[in-house]
């Protein structure tokens, strides 16, 4: 037997260092469907609590809606469970066609072509477009599949300090001479809630003569006047050269994804992606809950809008009661305790309020900028707002740290 | 030597620190395990030691730890004959 007692050791220890540095992560267990309000079981074996939901990507609270759920069910119905073929085999369905070309009139793009995840799309998407003459000059702070994506790449790679126009502009002029400068960031960044600055950075790219790649992931359905995304909400719908986003959050979050923008580089995928050639296509149960999905926010902005009201209360209350958030206007809500600690500490008193929400720290988000990341969704009713506001407020009391400033905070607990 | 250290100290903070960033960067300051630098944007701090040093640094010296300190970089680079 190979994986004998001394081999074993090595991942017990390994898993015990990272126990050790508090940094083990444990699954809750959800024992209803995903909703603003949900069973949960944690720790794992104990007994399930009705809790609100304020940390699921649910933007538009469409996880579980209705609609979506018998579109899927027909899907099966109509086209089964399974396509055990990769898309260009036997595993392109009419519904996956109509899928790609719901999404590209969305999006405002020329073409769409989805993958298992949007993981997936940019582990695929340079390695595809991009080869050794080229250079990828990113944000620092894209989310870890664009950094896997960029590392699969032959491109060289640069990256600019968190949407500094400045550093990113020096950048470009130096690496004028490459063939292909592609510009790469997030339209919505996931931890701090704020958006790309995709005005600036279409000038600075049609100045230098460089394209622009934007992961929509928390962004799409309801970031601009209608919910197309980052670039509707900066002006320049139709002047991205690549969106990556997922149909895995606000998109009816059951998982998919795709890449979407000029017809060349598309195609460029669909001949050589790696995750597109080599990994089976997305089952019809989820491609027919999808298209349902884009029939629901194509026919009206009902959804977003609610998001958007349940934001500003949500970003006006927390600042009201004294706790400190991350100015911006996205339903992504980071409630700043700083010290890593306190933000394991106040999540789980915030539980025991019935409130479910996760602290995140080093190394997710930078020493030293611990916090609670809160999330809205339009599935959130008042009430549910208001408990939770409730709930935050109380153990804010508790820790001694509404009103009070950063450094008062840090004095206290440390960072 | 001093001029080379202070050459590469001022390059991190220019590069890497944000305007806001109030943190005291020293010769011995850990940047990768620090948190300063992440090892993805750990490239530029490489292109900038190889276009300055007209030198190139292979990827298997080019770890983590070589870059963590300012004073770990100056020991690489006296593999190269840089001083």
């Not at chain 1, 995709?198 to 970031?223: C, M, P, R, T, W």
């Not at chain 1, 995304?229 to 969106?243: N, P, Y």
């Not at chain 2, 960033?21 to 490489?46: A, C, H, N, Q, W």
């Not at chain 2, 030691?49 to 640094?57: D, G």
Request: proline share 3%; hydrophobic share 40%; with cysteine.
């Amino acid at each position: 037997m190979a994986f004998n007692d001394s081999i074993r050791g090595i991942y017990q220890k390994e898993l015990g260092d990272i126990r050790s540095a508090g940094i083990f992560k444990e699954e809750r267990i959800i024992c209803s469907p995903q909703d603003s309000e949900i069973e949960v079981q944690f720790p794992a074996g104990a007994d399930e609590k009705r809790v609100i939901n304020m940390c699921a990507n649910n933007y538009l609270g469409l996880s579980s809606h209705p609609d979506v759920v018998e579109a899927a069910r027909r899907g099966l119905d109509h086209r089964g469970y399974g396509m055990s073929s990769v898309r260009f085999i036997c595993g392109t369905q009419d519904i996956h066609k109509e899928l790609e070309s719901k999404l590209t009139k969305f999006l405002g793009t020329e073409d769409t072509i989805l993958f298992p995840s949007c993981m997936d799309a940019n582990a695929g998407v340079f390695e595809a477009v991009l080869n050794d003459q080229d250079v990828m000059i990113s944000d620092r702070l894209v989310h870890a599949s664009i950094v896997d994506g960029m590392r699969l790449c032959k491109a060289q790679q640069d990256t600019f300090k968190h949407s500094d126009m400045g550093h990113l502009e020096e950048k470009l002029q130096l690496h004028a001479a490459a063939r292909v400068k592609l510009i790469i960031t997030d339209g919505s960044f996931s931890m701090d809630g704020d958006l790309a600055k995709l005005d600036q950075i279409v000038g600075l790219a049609e100045k230098y003569n460089a394209l622009v790649f934007v992961d929509d992931s928390h962004a799409s359905g309801f970031i601009g006047r209608t919910g197309r995304g980052t670039h509707e909400h900066c002006g320049v719908l139709g002047k991205i050269d690549i969106i990556t986003t997922t149909l895995g959050k606000a998109l009816g979050g059951a998982s998919g994804g795709c890449v979407s923008g000029r017809r060349e580089l598309v195609e460029m995928c669909r001949q050589k992606a790696r995750p597109y050639l080599f990994s089976n296509t997305i089952p019809p149960v989820v491609v027919s809950g999808a298209n349902a999905v884009l029939d629901i926010i194509s026919r009206t902005t009902e959804r977003r809008d609610k998001l958007e009201r349940n934001t500003a209360f949500w970003r006006k209350g927390l600042t009201e009661a004294g706790l400190i958030i991350k100015e911006g206007e996205t339903p992504i809500v980071p409630v700043m305790l700083f010290n890593a600690k306190l933000s394991q500490d106040f999540a789980k008193d915030l539980y025991q309020e019935g409130i479910y929400a996760v602290g995140f720290f080093f190394p997710v988000v930078a020493k030293g900028q611990a916090r609670i990341r809160t999330q809205l969704s339009a599935a959130h009713e008042q009430h549910h707002l208001d408990k939770a506001l409730a709930a935050f407020t109380k153990v804010g009391r508790k820790f001694e740290i509404l009103h009070k400033s950063k450094q008062e905070i840090i004095e206290r607990y440390g960072m | 030597m001093a001029e080379l250290k202070d050459a590469i100290l001022d390059y991190v903070k220019k590069e890497y620190l944000e305007e806001d960033d109030d943190r005291e960067i020293s010769y011995d300051t850990p940047l990768i395990s620090g948190g300063i630098v992440d090892s993805f944007s750990m490239v530029s701090l490489k292109r900038f030691l190889e276009t300055k040093y007209a030198i190139q640094i292979p990827d298997a010296k080019a770890t983590p730890e070589a870059f963590d300190s300012v004073n770990n970089i100056l020991k690489m680079l006296e593999e190269f004959n840089v001083r």
